[in-house]
């Protein structure tokens, strides 16, 4: 889907701040734009701060200051049109966040919910057949086609996640956003699923932010690192240029 | 090795506990003077009780028919009382689950009301559904369905609140809407504590449903009443061995389903 092209940043941050409590400043003034069609690693070492940056562009989490803009909207306009520029946003989770008792193929179905109401996109067996083909599709492009019918509870971790990757595709995003994608799983699963998870958004032309503490995932799968830490940002550059060595001294 | 001193048997209780405890004794003392129990008592109630016994035995098979018949009716009444009291559960205990309901003040207003159906006794609803639509299994349904409303909308908002925050959290950030959110990852991740719930509650207006009839609600209370009143113990024997079979049928299908389901 054209992004518009006028658009130049997809999503475009300026001046945010989030503290918890008082004195616990998580970040600040961090401020970046990514531009359509990019992948992007947010990295830094735990408690940096990029899992709820990263919260904050769908506003899962309220900023305490600053600005963000997806597709040229204001996030923190107000509640009204938030479920609209929801909706164009996919999210990985770091622990899947699949419904375990209900088959693949519903929790694939789930992702069309960013898009109608209603119970037909509730459970695969209320569903349209237009929408199970679409989910079954979307299953299909994560590999997973033989355990649509198998609950998610049941599914190995890599599988889990590719079927949260499949309910992402579902939902036909401009934008996904992953939170740490693979440090749920082991590191070869970790491995097979960015692979896929980068190949498959490459295809798409989405735009992609991903949180990371692999660097190794980072340099290898995206365009553009963005280095967080102690709340500020350490370094912002083309992936080209860096070498993990050059990531390692950032966190000592 | 150091000398030990070993500690008392119990702690000295502080002059409060020592307070409470005695006058929780007095009031249990005065409990059984007030109701008048005495093992004196109870030992020259025994005859009247073995004479009462001795007359319900054999139990007469006469009415056998209208017996089981108006069992029937009373199952059916529990079964539509659980039903109807499971519909109207659901709503309420979306909107008495903090995390699910529109606002803190309908949370608060629909716990009350929820408590306030399970505090009232089934057989005070099913007095007052006969002042308002008369005698008969009406009146017993709609307080079956008041009581289990007071049960199951109270469990059933406990099973959702505790549900994995994790797929509700994937749905509201794709957009999803409150109801989608509800239908497609709280009640399926709460189904099966609610299932238990309902077969609880359907156990409990099975219980419930025999002594409606005792005050006109409908079902067999009202032949058990008929048959002590007209000193047919034998017939009343009948009666309580048909109610214990069905209140025992039914808990053990209840367990089986739930073992199945589980």
């Not at chain 1, 999210?91 to 519903?106: M, P, T, Y």
């Not at chain 2, 073995?50 to 319900?56: E, H, Y």
């Not at chain 2, 098979?61 to 009291?85: H, K």
């Not at chain 2, 159906?117 to 017993?140: N, Q, S």
Request: hydrophobic share 50%; net charge positive; charged share 15%.
């Amino acid at each position: 889907m054209a992004v518009g092209s006028t658009l130049t940043a997809a999503i475009s941050l300026s001046g945010l701040a989030k503290s918890f409590g008082v004195g616990k400043q998580v970040f600040s003034d961090i401020s970046f734009d990514i531009a359509p069609g990019s992948l992007v690693a947010l990295i830094g070492a735990n408690g940096a701060g990029k899992s709820t940056l990263l919260r904050c562009i769908p506003r899962l989490i309220d900023p305490d200051q600053g600005e963000i803009k997806v597709l040229g909207a204001d996030v923190l306009a107000g509640r009204r049109g938030l479920r609209s520029i929801r909706s164009r946003l996919g999210f990985v989770f770091q622990k899947h966040n699949l419904v375990g008792r209900l088959s693949a193929l519903s929790n694939v179905v789930h992702g069309a919910q960013a898009r109608r109401y209603g119970p037909r996109a509730w459970h695969q067996a209320l569903s349209p057949q237009s929408l199970r083909a679409e989910a079954m599709a979307c299953l299909d492009r994560v590999g997973l086609a033989s355990v649509a019918a198998q609950r998610a509870d049941s599914l190995s971790g890599g599988q889990s996640q590719r079927v949260a990757i499949a309910r992402a595709l579902m939902q036909r995003p401009d934008i996904v956003l992953a939170d740490e994608p693979a440090a749920s799983l082991d590191p070869q699963a970790g491995d097979e699923v960015m692979a896929l998870f980068a190949t498959l958004m490459r295809e798409e032309r989405k735009t992609v932010v991903f949180t990371s503490h692999n660097l190794t995932h980072a340099l290898a799968f995206a365009d553009r690192v963005i280095a967080l830490g102690t709340g500020r940002i350490l370094l912002d550059a083309p992936t080209q240029g860096i070498s993990e060595g050059t990531l390692r001294t950032l966190y000592g | 090795m150091a000398d030990h001193i070993l500690p008392s048997r119990m702690g000295r209780p502080s002059l409060l506990t020592f307070v409470l405890t005695l006058a929780v004794a007095a009031f249990v003392i005065s409990s059984f003077s007030t109701s008048g129990v005495s093992l004196e008592k109870l030992v020259r109630g025994l005859p009247a009780l073995g004479r009462l016994a001795d007359q319900m035995f054999p139990p007469s098979l006469e009415r056998l028919q209208p017996v089981l018949w108006s069992l029937l009716q009373t199952f059916q009444m529990a079964v539509a009382g659980t039903v109807l009291g499971l519909f109207f559960s659901l709503p309420l205990a979306i909107l008495a689950a903090p995390s699910l309901s529109p606002h803190p003040l309908i949370v608060w207003a629909v716990r009350g009301l929820v408590a306030f159906f399970r505090t009232v006794p089934d057989l005070v609803w099913a007095i007052v559904f006969v002042i308002a639509v008369g005698l008969g299994p009406a009146a017993g349904v709609l307080a079956l369905m008041v009581d289990t409303i007071g049960f199951a909308a109270r469990f059933f908002a406990e099973a959702m609140e505790e549900t994995d925050k994790g797929p509700r959290e994937a749905l509201t950030a794709m957009g999803a809407s409150r109801s989608g959110i509800i239908f497609s990852s709280v009640i399926p991740q709460a189904l099966p504590s609610m299932i238990n719930t309902s077969l609880f509650s359907l156990e409990k207006a099975t219980r419930g449903s025999v002594v409606l009839g005792l005050v006109g609600a409908g079902g067999i209370g009202i032949e058990l009443k008929v048959s002590l009143e007209l000193f047919d113990y034998d017939q009343a024997a009948t009666i309580i061995i048909a109610i214990f079979l069905l209140v025992l049928v039914v808990e053990r299908a209840s367990t089986w389903v739930r073992g199945r389901i589980l």
